[in-house]
């Protein structure tokens, strides 16, 4: 499997409602997602840019069976991510 860059830029999402979403996730179980190598959020003027590294993009899509609900619930409109594959990482 190819390992997966995700990028979803998040418009009218805020801190707040990115905190709550991660509360959510964490109380379903599911902050620290299987496949997930690495995650970033960062401000925009418009939202949040968050970048995710996933072991597949399968492991993406089961995650999003969650994240998108919560997301939903918190009322925020999940954006489509732009996947390229991994090249890369220093850390």
Not at 44 to 49: E, Q, V
Request: hydrophobic share 45%; glycine share 6%; net charge negative.
């Amino acid at each position: 499997m190819e390992k997966v860059v995700a990028e979803f830029n998040v418009v009218g999402f805020t801190s707040e409602q990115y905190q709550q979403v991660l509360n959510d996730l964490d109380a379903a179980g599911k902050e620290i997602s299987a496949g997930r190598i690495n995650h970033v959020a960062a401000e925009r003027p418009d939202g949040l840019l968050i970048i995710d590294v996933w072991e597949s993009e399968e492991a993406l899509n089961k995650f999003s069976e969650t994240l998108i609900p919560v997301m939903k619930k918190n009322g925020v409109t999940p954006a489509q991510p732009n996947l390229y594959p991994l090249h890369n990482i220093i850390a």
